[in-house]
């Protein structure tokens, strides 16, 4: 029977070979601690030795610093592992409307628009204005109520005169009065997420409008036929 072949390029010399392992910047401080310790120790003056409280103490520095290390190390394994889970998340709005902070939103030329104010405590006389995309005003909407908070309005896509505007994309403002004073309103509306990304300041979605928005900033979602 043939044997078969043995390649005759193994490196022996492997086998005995002991491997160095790199050491943190805490357990190199850690060893040049022990050794001027055990230094300290054996020059100390034996009429006088060394404080108790004193070794106990720089003992217990040591170890700080080594558990701060390991719970820096501990904690950005969590934040890689959140991240990971936010873009898989994040992956999942692909495709789906979602509603976020952002004032550009689409008529389909029939279905009412829904918009959203942020109205503030003690806020009145609060009116929405809608641009079209040449950034011309085609109709105001009045946010009549009483309550503070996100507040729903839906836009029926008509003029002031009951004309109905052409499907497209919109642009939403709004302002109401604060303590005599006038003061423009947070608004957030409907967009479909078309990718995600993870960007500097976490994960990204991006609209079909062309703009992102950021995802722990996502109030609702919905399917995009919804």
């Not at 509603?99 to 009116?127: T, W």
């Amino acid at each position: 029977m043939a044997t078969s072949p043995v390649s005759g390029s193994f490196d022996y010399s492997s086998l005995n070979t002991r491997k160095t392992a790199t050491k943190t910047d805490t357990e190199q401080q850690q060893d040049r601690f022990m050794k001027l310790l055990v230094k300290q120790l054996q020059s100390q003056d034996p009429m006088n030795p060394m404080d108790n409280a004193q070794t106990t103490s720089q003992i217990a520095q040591i170890n700080t610093v080594s558990g701060i290390e390991k719970l820096n190390q501990t904690m950005a394994g969590m934040a890689g592992m959140y991240a990971g889970t936010q873009v898989m998340q994040a992956a999942n709005l692909i495709g789906k409307e979602v509603l976020s902070p952002g004032n550009g939103f689409r008529f389909d030329g029939s279905k009412a628009v829904d918009l959203r104010f942020n109205i503030p405590e003690g806020a009145s006389n609060a009116m929405a204005s809608i641009y079209n995309d040449k950034s011309v005003e085609v109709a105001k909407v009045p946010v009549t109520t009483t309550k503070s908070g996100l507040i729903q309005v839906a836009w029926d896509g008509k003029k002031a005169d009951g004309t109905v505007l052409p499907a497209g994309e919109y642009k939403v403002t709004a302002k109401a009065q604060k303590d005599g004073k006038e003061i423009a309103l947070e608004t957030a509306t409907w967009q479909v997420s078309k990718s995600v990304a993870f960007g500097s300041d976490g994960v990204e979605v991006h609209l079909a409008n062309g703009s992102k928005t950021n995802f722990g900033s996502i109030i609702q979602i919905q399917q995009a036929n919804g």
